[in-house]
């Protein structure tokens, strides 16, 4: 591995260029085509190939994108495009295609720099995705920074993926997971927080907007608070990257982590981003390949930022496919994006409170376009089954959230779920499949 010769920018190198022809005679995405201001939802649809799919002879309507996005065709097209074209090992080769797959790799790392507004490629850590990232801090800056009696604050709103490293690492540290409560609508209670910040709060992690809720939270006001307390802050931002523009210079968290398949990306890859000085003195995560700069028995050298956490060949195609899909929500514009999504929220959430028995769990001021509901007299697994048959796809379940279902008294909810492509007509499709539940099961 050469570091140097990745680290020198990529923009003006050949193969870079060959690759840019290339990527001109491939069609713009219709969703770029026209005025920003005019979003074409019905033109961003015929983007993404599975929607004109039918299930169980009904017309798909994909609403669990909470849990994972369809992919517009220019990201499956440039898959296969690296498949056909570039396939070959990074950081690695002084041939063509080598070099090829590390400039396009390392491009990746760029867009994914200008996507977050991060100072520098040095911040930008590719993982398997949240869970990753997450891991990758309570086991690297944990090990080090976490003692006995410390604290790290989390919240009730938390996914399994924000919780769990931080129990493991407090059980091991013999140091205290403690959690900030939320209140009936699914609001972080900022005062509980402020009293939980403590000398020997270490860390607060806290997700950008809830997957199981949909409650955007407070975070730039919440890391001010950790700061001033002299706490890190890291956010969960797998539910932050797909709706809303995101600037961790301006938040100035400390690190900052999503997933690639949750905005229109492949599974298999995310980021962690982080800051440099605070990423520079954090030990590395995994040995192999890659991060290194010398082995030796006796001692071994680690690579520079990011490489010193990116051991063995990396997951390439996926960020190869994960700077195509933040191109494409670029060039359509994560404001239009946001703008549209809140149009469904706000329709479907007027459309759901007219159905008979059916009770919105999570009712945040800001919200992202998520919503959760129970359903009186119905098992969230029936309605989920019921509206399969629709060729309606919701999540049923806890949401990889049980500590929050617990505080709201139920074992699971029903959740759709918006996405950049999704249309009234789709929410209008859930309230005819959810009025078919009511009339099975009534
Ligand atoms: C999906 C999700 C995660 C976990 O992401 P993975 O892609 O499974 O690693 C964490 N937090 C939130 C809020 C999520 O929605």
């Given at each position: 591995m050469n570091p140097r010769s990745a680290d020198r920018g990529t923009a003006d190198r050949g193969p870079q260029t060959a690759d840019r022809r290339n990527a001109e005679e491939v069609p713009l995405p219709s969703a770029v085509r026209g005025p920003r201001s005019d979003y074409d939802v019905e033109r961003i649809r015929r983007d993404f190939p599975i929607l004109s799919r039918s299930i169980r002879g009904r017309k798909l309507v994909y609403l669990d994108n909470a849990a994972t996005t369809q992919k517009p065709q220019v990201v499956i097209d440039r898959l296969v495009r690296y498949y056909t074209e570039e396939n070959s090992n990074v950081h690695r080769g002084v041939h063509y295609l080598s070099e090829v797959a590390t400039a396009d790799y390392e491009a990746a790392r760029t867009t994914v720099k200008k996507f977050i507004n991060a100072r520098d490629e040095k911040e930008i850590v590719f993982t398997r995705g949240t869970t990753e990232a997450i891991n990758?801090?309570?086991?690297?800056?944990?090990?080090?920074?976490?003692?006995?009696?410390?604290?790290?604050?989390?919240?009730?709103?938390?996914?399994?993926?924000?919780?769990?490293?931080?129990?493991?690492?407090?059980?091991?540290?013999?140091?205290?997971?403690?959690?900030?409560?939320?209140?009936?609508?699914?609001?972080?209670?900022?005062?509980?927080?402020?009293?939980?910040?403590?000398?020997?709060?270490?860390?607060?992690?806290?997700?950008?907007?809830?997957?199981?809720?949909?409650?955007?939270?407070?975070?730039?006001?919440?890391?001010?608070?950790?700061?001033?307390?002299?706490?890190?802050?890291?956010?969960?931002?797998?539910?932050?990257?797909?709706?809303?523009?995101?600037?961790?210079?301006?938040?100035?968290?400390d690190f900052y982590a999503f997933s690639g398949h949750k905005v229109y990306a492949p599974t298999g890859i995310g980021a962690l981003y982080g800051k440099e000085s605070i990423l520079d003195a954090m030990p590395p995560w995994q040995g192999g390949g890659d991060m290194i700069l010398s082995v030796s028995f006796e001692k071994t050298t680690f690579n520079a930022l990011p490489y010193k956490f990116e051991a063995?060949?990396?997951?390439?195609?996926?960020?190869?496919?994960?700077?195509?899909?933040?191109?494409?929500?670029?060039?359509?514009?994560?404001?239009?994006?946001?703008?549209?999504?809140?149009?469904?929220?706000?329709?479907?959430?007027?459309?759901?409170?007219?159905?008979?028995?059916?009770?919105?769990?999570?009712?945040?001021?800001?919200?992202?376009?998520?919503?959760?509901?129970?359903?009186?007299?119905?098992?969230?697994?029936?309605?989920?089954?019921?509206?399969?048959?629709?060729?309606?796809?919701?999540?049923?379940?806890?949401?990889?959230?049980?500590?929050?279902?617990?505080?709201?008294?139920?074992?699971?909810?029903?959740?759709?779920?918006?996405?950049?492509?999704?249309?009234?007509?789709?929410?209008?499709?859930?309230?005819?499949?959810?009025?078919?539940?009511?009339?099975?099961?009534?």
């Open positions: 990758l801090v309570a086991q690297s800056w944990g090990r080090v920074n976490v003692r006995e009696g410390d604290e790290i604050l989390i919240t009730a709103i938390e996914h399994h993926s924000n919780i769990v490293p931080w129990q493991l690492l407090c059980e091991e540290k013999k140091a205290r997971l403690r959690v900030a409560p939320v209140d009936d609508d699914g609001d972080i209670i900022l005062d509980e927080l402020a009293r939980l910040l403590t000398p020997r709060t270490r860390l607060v992690a806290v997700g950008h907007a809830s997957n199981a809720l949909g409650t955007i939270n407070p975070i730039a006001e919440i890391i001010a608070m950790a700061h001033a307390n002299g706490s890190l802050v890291l956010v969960d931002g797998a539910q932050g990257v797909p709706h809303m523009s995101i600037d961790v210079q301006a938040l100035d968290c063995g060949t990396p997951n390439i195609e996926g960020v190869i496919g994960l700077a195509a899909a933040l191109d494409y929500v670029s060039l359509a514009g994560i404001e239009n994006i946001a703008a549209h999504e809140h149009d469904l929220l706000t329709y479907a959430t007027g459309r759901l409170r007219e159905v008979d028995g059916l009770r919105i769990i999570g009712t945040a001021k800001r919200k992202a376009a998520v919503i959760s509901f129970t359903l009186e007299g119905v098992h969230p697994h029936d309605i989920g089954t019921i509206l399969d048959r629709e060729g309606v796809a919701i999540r049923t379940g806890h949401h990889c959230a049980q500590p929050l279902m617990m505080r709201f008294n139920i074992p699971a909810t029903s959740r759709a779920s918006f996405a950049m492509y999704n249309t009234r007509a789709e929410a209008d499709a859930l309230i005819t499949g959810l009025h078919k539940v009511i009339e099975v099961f009534r």
